[in-house]
């Protein structure tokens, strides 16, 4: 099917003069312009009262956390006991039909906050794993019709988060994480800049969960397959202090140790970066997923965000999973990012709206690999997402164009587009019954406290 969306209040592209129609053709952009004329293969979307952006693309995820929010017992606590009494508690009772339910839940917040691409860091696997989590993923995010970028976890250690050390899961061997991943790569992985599905080799934590053996085993599987690579880095504190006490250097040398830098590279958090990591990523060209809601609620820290931009890092943005964060909305990250680096560093300036947006979209997808998404412009895919403005709480907004990021959550999506295909149609998220999926996700939390209580 092809569409002509027209009579946008604002459209956010670098096309001059301004835009307030947009042709789309076969999945692509095929054409911005003002006034144009509908084909009779294309189905007219009223875009009156609402600004198009390029949809969002979370770089950072984990879906399996959209059903452990607010857990009374991780409400309070830093990373480490927030790992052992929060994910690493419930991720063994975890079923496949409840990962399904969870990747449903997780993937309708972002789509409902205008996001076309979810990297989701999936680390739900252990000696006796079956493919099974992990399929209930990919299904979910092919049935609503999303950009899918599987980050591969893995673990071959214990490690040192107490977490992993309870006893109630067993790492895999190297052996088995090669084989499976290379499993989950024939059999789900796409190439190309407007890839559907995409798989990531993503060890869960750099420093805690591998050996050095096992990570540079991982990084040259990667850039064998063409693989990019993702893992945790620098959250808390901790990691410095590990890295220096068991391979005698800092955290960003390990990665380097490992050769685990490199512009095929993007780390989750960076909050701990002092100078010398800043410049090392930079000069590697290693991105950031950049977390800052759950690295609020976790306490970890602000990552000096705009040091690196200012240093040439690709910033991105992540919700991380929502046991930390209790949101998944792309919306509320850009929003926080807007405001946090205003307050962290004691300027008005350091944000700007545009930039914000830019680490959402473009930002992002072209540290994923999909450089034919993440902008409106003619020729690329079309992955568009309508906010509606014309609502009472927007409707006082002097910046239309950068309402939904200024006024924040809740935000109204009424159309959104991945390839040229509505997820989104009237306000409503497709393929998706609110009602059923609730029922379902209470069901599941239920049987799952059951199993852990
Ligand atoms: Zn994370």
Redesign the pocket.
């Known amino acids: 099917m092809n569409y002509l969306i027209t009579n946008a209040r604002a459209v956010l592209t670098d096309s001059t003069p301004p835009v307030t129609d947009i042709r789309i053709r076969d999945g692509l952009i095929a054409e911005l312009g003002q006034n144009l004329q509908a084909a009779p293969d294309e189905d007219i979307i009223d875009a009156t009262g609402c600004v198009a952006w390029p949809g969002m693309v979370n770089t950072?995820h984990?879906l399996a956390q959209s059903v452990l929010k607010g857990i009374p017992e991780g409400l309070n606590h830093g990373l480490d006991d927030w790992l052992a009494s929060v994910p690493y508690r419930f991720w063994p009772s975890i079923t496949p039909d409840l990962m399904y339910y969870a990747a449903r839940l997780g993937l309708y917040e972002l789509l409902r906050s205008g996001a076309t691409t979810c990297a989701d860091?999936h680390y739900l696997y252990h000696a006796g794993s079956s493919t099974e989590v992990e399929d209930a993923v990919w299904q979910a995010a092919d049935e609503l019709g999303i950009r899918l970028v599987l980050c591969r976890g893995s673990a071959t250690t214990k490690g040192s988060h107490r977490g992993l050390q309870s006893g109630l899961i067993q790492p895999e061997t190297l052996g088995q994480v090669i084989e499976r991943m290379d499993h989950t790569r024939v059999r789900y992985h796409q190439t190309g800049g407007n890839a559907m599905r995409k798989l990531v080799v993503a060890p869960t934590s750099l420093v805690h969960s591998s050996t050095p053996d096992d990570l540079r085993a991982c990084a040259d599987y990667a850039r064998a397959n063409n693989l990019k690579m993702h893992s945790?880095l620098l959250e808390v504190e901790f990691d410095e202090i590990q890295a220096k006490r068991k391979y005698g250097m800092s955290a960003i040398d390990y990665a380097e140790h490992c050769h685990w830098l490199g512009d095929d590279v993007w780390y989750?958090h960076l909050v701990w970066c002092d100078d010398y990591a800043v410049k090392k990523l930079a000069e590697t060209g290693t991105g950031i997923a950049h977390c800052p809601t759950s690295n609020c609620r976790l306490g970890s820290g602000i990552a000096p965000a705009i040091a690196m931009q200012e240093a040439g890092i690709n910033i991105t943005l992540g919700v991380?999973?929502s046991a930390s964060a209790e949101s998944g909305s792309m919306i509320q990250e850009a929003n926080m990012s807007w405001l946090i680096h205003r307050a962290a560093n004691k300027n008005p300036a350091a944000t700007s709206a545009g930039q914000m947006i830019r680490w959402a979209s473009k930002n992002g997808a072209d540290l994923l690999g999909l450089n034919q998404t993440g902008e409106i412009r003619t020729g690329m895919a079309a992955d568009i997402v309508l906010y509606d403005i014309d609502r009472p709480r927007l409707s006082g907004v002097h910046s239309p164009l950068y309402a939904p990021l200024l006024c924040g959550e809740p935000v109204d999506v009424k159309y959104s587009f991945v390839q040229g295909k509505p997820v989104v149609s009237k306000g409503v998220v497709n393929h998706l019954d609110e009602d059923e999926l609730v029922a379902r996700v209470k069901e599941g939390v239920a049987d799952l406290l059951k199993k852990v209580s």
């Open positions: 950072h984990h860091h945790h989750a991380d999973g």
